[in-house]
């Protein structure tokens, strides 16, 4: 049975126009390189239909240790020619890597069995939000106790977590995975923003460039 682990790599790139092709090669040979990693759990490509930067992968471990492991970093150390080729055409870039914070170990079973033993969902949005020092506890207890829940009652909404970055920029991560990007078209969405801790929320919260991205899933989830 397939685990979802603590610890989160996100990768997102451009690259010069006239090269996407590279890029998508590139991430699929970076995702098979990275799976035979002791503690990795699973992985997928994307590519945006909202926000930048344009290209992402995402790769589940036990642990934000696993990263830093020797098999891990003998790995990045030796790319192939296809990620080696995307990264000589890369413009832009952002890596973090993450540890969750919500939900937390043990969590609740989801409304749908099958989520546990599925792989990262077809359509996938990151926020990658700035929250000042002194505002942290109040974010924290909005994530938990008011955006969380009211998300996660929306029909196609498979999970939806937090993460803090260990390396990268400064953000807090917001991660939803979706069945499809009609999720977001439902009046539930709109209203899980609504309530008056949102809008206190949202008086000092700011995205990163490009931020929130919501992005469609290359093949299949490993």
């Not at 610890?7 to 390189?33: C, N, T």
């Not at 490509?45 to 970093?73: D, M």
């Amino acid at each position: 049975m397939r685990r979802h682990g603590m610890g989160f790599l996100i990768h997102l790139q451009d690259v010069a126009p006239g090269h996407e092709d590279a890029a998508r090669a590139g991430m699929e040979e970076y995702i098979e390189s990275r799976m035979k990693a002791p503690g990795v759990w699973g992985a997928a490509c994307y590519e945006a239909v909202k926000g930048a930067p344009r290209f992402l992968t995402l790769i589940e471990a036990e642990s934000a240790h696993v990263f830093y492991t020797g098999p891990f970093q003998a790995l990045a150390a030796e790319p192939g020619p296809r990620e080696a080729e995307a990264k000589e055409r890369r413009t832009a870039e952002v890596r973090l890597v993450c540890t969750q914070l919500y939900p937390g170990l043990p969590a609740p079973g989801p409304s749908c069995p099958t989520v546990e033993v599925a792989g990262l969902a077809p359509v996938v949005q990151i926020g990658r939000i700035y929250v000042p020092a002194d505002k942290l506890a109040d974010f924290n207890g909005w994530y938990a106790q008011d955006r969380a829940p009211r998300m996660e009652r929306l029909p196609g909404m498979r999970r939806f977590r937090r993460y803090a970055v260990v390396e990268g920029e400064p953000v807090m991560v917001v991660f939803y995975e979706m069945e499809n990007e009609g999720v977001q078209d439902q009046a539930g969405w709109k209203e899980a923003g609504a309530s008056p801790w949102s809008a206190r929320v949202r008086s000092y919260y700011r995205q990163a460039p490009g931020s929130p991205g919501v992005y469609r899933r290359l093949g299949q989830s490993r």
